[in-house]
């Protein structure tokens, strides 16, 4: 390849990398400003900044207890839903079962 290729073919190179850069600023930066504001005070939230200067994790504490009306019942009805998972797997399986000996033909006899 000569010279003005391989520098041509460099600088698209150099190009590309620049707007990769771009882009993967413009893509973690909300992430890590959503992260700098849950470890924000509440008093704090509306001054902005790069950093938190003080630091808590009082927010995720309220969030996740019982104190927040908004998740009062949240861990009770993820017990629920973890219960009805656990009972929805066994029931495909006889479902898929019964499906199964249906199309092969079997007989299919229900226990009591």
């Given at each position: ?6 520098r041509?073919?460099?600088g698209?190179q ?9 882009i993967?600023g ?8 959503m ?8 008093d704090?939230?509306?001054q ?23 998740v009062?019942?949240f ?12 009972g929805l ?19 299919i006899?229900?226990?009591?």
């Amino acid at each position: 390849m000569s010279a003005p290729g391989r520098r041509k073919r460099r600088g698209l190179q150099i190009w590309l990398s620049l707007l990769a850069i771009v882009i993967l600023g413009w893509t973690l930066f909300p992430v890590y400003y959503m992260l700098l504001l849950s470890f924000t005070p509440t008093d704090d939230l509306f001054q902005p900044g790069l950093y938190v200067e003080h630091p808590t994790v009082r927010n995720y504490t309220y969030t996740m207890g019982a104190d927040n009306p908004f998740v009062r019942y949240f861990w009770h009805q993820i017990g629920n839903s973890i219960v009805v998972i656990g009972g929805l797997k066994p029931g495909e399986q006889i479902i898929t079962l019964g499906a199964t000996e249906l199309t092969d033909g079997g007989a299919i006899t229900v226990l009591p």
